[in-house]
């Protein structure tokens, strides 16, 4: 399964270097299926070019784009059978390691993954970011979190079915991967640049999937407000004792007047921030009581697809 975002540039050499992957492996049946999440070049096109040639590739074309998070799930909704590998269509996910993970799924592992080794492409501040953003979730969540492991991973049919079960809207998949749990087994590789075109990936849109991760997977932040709200609530009492005993002692106004409108100021700051935490997690309740489908699809191979309630299909009209 194959979530693509105007990846015309790559699409074709991803399908060339996988399929010649896979005719190697004789002993199961391959299925390509590409999501397209409302691409704006001639990633559909594509799509139904690569269609026309080979029976096993089949596309699920979404109303818009929805983002990544939303294609995957919606190519889970789609995926037939036994088992499915999640992949990017720029080629940082190597092909060559579908026979390693087919080989540990047949010893009986359900989520087969690819942990990255090295990164190349990428700068120094994006690798220490990422570094940081995992130690951080990893110590703040109460579920065991993957580091340096992404959306490239073999999964079985049951951890497919317990994803779909999973129709949260502010998604962050690499935590669901892990909250699912199942037999999972880790394997090293090493990330290569993309093959083409440009990462759609910038530092805003990653700083909200590091916040999306942490607000799904951990009340830690609510907590921290209270604590700190505790702390500065026993601070102004213990500095308003301090005020008034030294008064009674030696009369007169007390002197300090910048550096209480700096703790005024400071005060507020903070409780500026928790109330924007509050409003995040307020925000997600918001967004999920709207109870809308996570996505729409345009047409699937081709057909016109009725729209459905939950966006659910267990399999692909060939």
């Known amino acids: 399964m194959v979530p693509c975002y105007n990846e015309e540039a790559g699409l074709r050499e991803f399908y060339r270097q996988t399929s010649q992957v896979i005719a190697q492996i004789t002993n199961y049946d391959f299925q390509f299926l590409f999501v397209n999440d409302g691409s704006r070049d001639h990633t559909l096109a594509i799509m139904r070019e690569l269609r026309e040639q080979d029976p ?43 026979p390693e993970m087919i080989s540990w799924w047949e010893k009986g592992y359900q989520d087969v993954s690819a942990k990255r080794r090295s990164r190349a492409g990428e700068t120094f501040f994006k690798k220490w970011s990422s570094h940081a953003f995992y130690t951080i979730l990893q110590k703040m969540s109460e579920v065991p979190m993957q580091r340096d492991v992404g959306d490239f991973r073999l999964l079985d049919r049951q951890c497919l079915n317990a994803l779909r079960m999973l129709r949260e809207c502010q998604r962050y998949t690499k935590g669901l991967f892990s909250w699912i749990g199942f037999e999972k087994k880790e394997i090293l590789f090493d990330r290569q640049p993309r093959a083409a075109g440009k ?25 921290a407000a209270s604590f700190v709200g505790c702390i500065l609530s026993f601070s102004a009492l213990a500095y308003m004792l301090y005020i008034v005993i030294r008064t009674l002692l030696y009369g007169g106004d007390v002197p300090g007047y910048p550096s209480l409108i700096t703790f005024i100021l400071f005060i507020g700051g903070v409780q500026l921030l928790f109330l924007g935490i509050i409003g995040e997690y ?28 939950m966006g659910k299909r267990d399999e692909i009209d060939q």
């Open 282 to 309: 307020l925000g997600r309740v918001f967004n999920e009581s709207k109870f809308r489908p996570l996505y729409l699809v345009q047409d699937v191979n081709g057909k016109r697809e009725i729209v459905q309630t």
């Open 56 to 98: 096993r590739v089949s596309y699920v074309n979404l109303s818009r784009n929805f983002g990544k998070e939303i294609a995957m799930i919606a190519g889970m909704d789609y995926l037939p059978g036994d088992a499915a590998i999640i992949m990017d269509a720029d080629l940082q996910d190597p092909p060559e390691l579908i």
């Open 199 to 223: 990462t759609k990936w910038n530092y805003w849109k990653l700083m909200n999937l590091a916040i999306e991760g942490i607000t799904s997977f951990t009340i830690a932040p609510l907590r």
